[in-house]
């Protein structure tokens, strides 16, 4: 890890560092910035970022307009930081004096070094005041803070011999000035060269790495568009103002000629008195098999009389509808010329950035290169990292019911784009697809399936009136059940078609967990379903069970949450210590709910006892009934329960009863705040997991991997007991 000098009086600096730097403009650096930002936080615990240039006020400005790309970074690092602990110095203070400015940027990058494991540095943008020796400027930088760089070049528009020839050109001026390289990416390639350019790279002695050009990271949103025109919008869905515009069109051709060049993502320009041509793309953009639009300008400050105006808020059209005082010319022009920006509100950028990174960088060999130290601690972000990647390695089929929430189709959007899992979404295939299009969202990887309609039904329908046949089921209302998405994907489930699902954004938790009571079951050993809350706090993960699903459990169901807490922790790599909890520690206190807790440790206790050598549980330590307090503090333990295997370090914290563990989760979550992953159930043959009714798609994702973590272990056991019963044959 390399040492940074520190200024006089100061303490040496042993963070590490990275600059990304390009030797031109519009070679998409930020993104890759970006994907490396979100790398190195799942790997270490302080990341921070840092611009030593940024761009001096507009004349007339008495405050620079804040840097959106440190804005953007600033909400995927790990640390602390304010905006304007990141910025260095503006690129006029850089032209009146460079050595007062070299040393002003040096300072303010170690105070932030000093906060960080490892920094971000990102170069500069060479807009504003040009200058011939801005690449100089910036390889003096990264060897004055000491850092190594990351070489970004632009393969847009160029051939594989031309990428060659600029990256031995770059890298030559980079080591005229000491600067040390660690590695090239060669951006927005065509995706035709990537093997020809990394051919082109290979005799340069590094590590190289090409990502292919994606559209969608320079298109503008409309409502980015809507800025650009000094537009306002007139009616359709807002929530579809952040919709990526691919093309753009000047409807001047008759309302059938426009439909012919009309493509997905589209834009077209046209006054408001066109009415044959408005009508025309608002009819395309409802009606099948035409392209789903992203909107609408009306242009020239022409508005539509009282009946059109009618007629067009009458149909209802999720169409945004932008009008713009600009007349055609203009409005075409700056529409053109807009082009889109990663910043911290473009989700669909954010992981498709993110997506580039991980499929073409090897991010091992980069880290390696870094001298990125993997620290003993485990922060969200390293173990949402860590949970993308398992579920990625061995892909599972996962089923989401709910294909009617946007939040289900942006979450699967973000899934497929990662590689995570494969899914089957249920829904009306049409609606589904049609909604996915207007959002922006390319639902092409997933299978969605429509429980009235689909080939499965009748068999799922007979196979239901088998499993439930001791309960009086018959056919005909078995087959009234299938039409329930929750019944119709748990059926996917237990027939194999699915390794698990994922359901309750916009159900309860009971009609998510009632059919798999029914047909899915507890496995062997267990008799009570259950639930798991990962608690991820700054620097470690706890397990707390049961906060969602057994009100008040008997001491034989404590008994098997806590076994159940222990082994999902520690499927997810959670060394499991439990504690179960009460009002007192030890022997201290009496009555019926602490009772209650001492024999359910009792029980627990007498099953890692029974448990054969080669059971995990056989070498679960357990302790109770612990205060809270006395669970995880140990200065607290110390003088509690000083001889306990658990108390003080505590990992799985399983509580009493319902009340007492929901409100404590919550608590934890918004006072300390910690990210709370779940809740994930647990105690079912197979993998079903429900959604809080207030799910983000952040949370969605993460249960759809945790599902399939859990189908891969679900897997290995169903393959172990196989081969067990054939060596027995």
């Keep these: 890890m390399p040492t940074i000098p520190s200024p006089v009086g100061g303490e040496p600096l042993s963070s590490s560092a990275v600059y990304v730097v390009a030797p031109e403009g519009d070679t998409g650096k930020s993104t890759v910035a970006l994907g490396l930002l979100r790398i190195l936080a799942g790997t270490v615990q302080r990341v921070g970022v840092f611009r030593p240039v940024t761009i001096a006020p507009r004349s007339g400005d008495e405050e620079p307009e804040r840097d959106r790309i440190v804005e953007m970074l600033l909400q995927h690092t790990t640390v602390e930081l304010d905006y304007s602990e990141c910025i260095g110095v503006t690129n006029m203070r850089v032209h009146e004096d460079r050595d007062a400015a070299l ?45 190594p760089v990351l070489l970004v070049l632009r393969g847009a528009d160029r051939t594989p011999r031309e990428i060659g020839t600029n990256a031995r050109l770059t890298l030559d001026e980079l080591r005229v000035e000491h600067a040390h390289p660690v590695g090239i990416v060669a951006n927005r390639c065509d995706p035709e060269d990537l093997e020809a350019i990394r051919a082109e790279l290979a005799p340069l002695g590094l590590p190289a790495w090409t990502l292919p050009a994606q559209a969608l990271l320079t298109a503008p949103t409309m409502g980015e568009l809507m800025q650009a025109v000094d537009g306002s919008l007139y009616s359709g869905d807002p929530a579809l103002m952040d919709r990526e515009v691919m093309a753009v069109m000047v409807g001047g051709m008759t309302g059938d000629r426009i439909l012919e060049r009309l493509v997905d993502g589209m834009v077209v320009i046209v006054p408001a008195d066109r009415t044959d041509a408005v009508l025309a793309i608002l009819g395309a953009h409802a009606a099948e098999g035409f392209p789903s639009l992203a909107g609408m300008i009306w242009n020239g400050g022409l508005m539509p009389n009282s009946a059109m105006a009618r007629l067009v808020h009458g149909m209802r059209s999720t169409l ?15 529409a053109a010329d807009t082009r889109g920006r990663v910043y911290s509100g473009s989700g669909r950028k954010v992981e498709t950035a993110l997506s580039l990174m991980e499929k073409h960088v090897d991010t091992e060999e980069l880290l390696a290169r870094l001298r990125v130290e993997t620290p003993d601690v485990m922060t969200p972000q390293m173990f949402e990292h860590q949970l993308l990647e398992r579920a990625r390695a061995d892909r599972r ?13 942006h979450a699967a959007g973000r899934l497929l784009r990662r590689d995570v899992a494969d899914l089957t979404i249920l829904g009306d295939p049409e609606a589904v697809r049609r909604r996915a299009d207007e959002l922006g969202i390319d639902l092409s990887g997933a299978q969605i399936l429509d429980p009235r309609t689909s080939e499965h039904a009748d068999r799922f329908a007979s196979e239901y009136t088998e499993l439930r046949e001791h309960k009086g089921m018959t056919l005909d209302v078995a087959r009234d059940r299938m039409l329930d998405i929750s019944y119709f994907a748990t059926m996917m489930v237990h027939t194999g078609l699915a390794d698990g699902m994922v359901s309750g954004a916009a159900h309860t938790t009971a009609h998510t967990i009632r059919p798999a009571l029914e047909i899915i079951r507890t496995r062997p050993g267990v008799e009570t379903v259950s639930s798991v809350f990962l608690m991820c706090l700054a620097d470690h993960v706890l397990a707390f069970g049961d ?107 399983v509580f009493p009863d319902l009340n007492t563990g929901n409100n404590t989760y919550k608590a934890v979550q918004r006072t300390a705040g910690a990210v709370a992953i779940g809740p994930v159930l647990q105690g079912l043959r197979k ?43």
Excluded at 113 to 120: F, K, L, P, S, Y
Excluded at 320 to 334: K, S
């Design 320 to 334: 945004p509808i932008v009008c713009t005082d600009h007349g055609t010319y203009d409005t075409a022009r700056v």
């Design 547 to 653: 906060c969602a699903v057994v009100p008040d459990p008997t001491a034989r169901q404590l008994a098997d949450i806590a076994l159940s807490s222990a082994e999902t922790a520690s499927r997810f790599g959670v060394d499991p210590r439990v504690a179960l909890l009460s009002y007192s520690t030890g022997d201290s206190g009496t009555g019926a709910d602490v009772d209650k807790v001492r024999e359910a440790t009792e029980i627990v206790r007498a099953r890692i006892a029974e448990a054969a050598a080669d059971d995990p549980v056989a070498d679960l330590v357990v302790d109770g009934p612990l205060q809270f307090d006395a669970a995880v503090d140990p200065t607290v333990a110390a003088k509690k329960m000083p001889e306990s295997p658990v108390a003080g370090r505590a990992t799985v914290l």
């Design 103 to 147: 040393t002003e940027i040096v300072d303010r990058y170690q105070a932030v070094a000093r906060q960080c494991d490892v920094v971000v540095i990102l170069g500069t943008d060479y807009t504003g005041v040009p200058s011939p020796t801005e690449f100089d400027f910036n390889a003096t930088l990264a060897v004055n803070l000491g850092a």
């Design 397 to 409: 089929h996962i089923v989401l019911p709910e294909g009617d929430d946007d939040r289900i189709l």
């Design 687 to 729: 993998p079903i997991n429900d959604l809080s009714r207030g799910s983000l798609v952040e949370d969605i994702v993460n249960t759809v991997a945790i599902t399939a973590v859990q189908a891969q272990s679900t897997a290995v056991q169903a393959q172990s007991t196989a081969e067990v019963r054939g060596s027995d044959s």
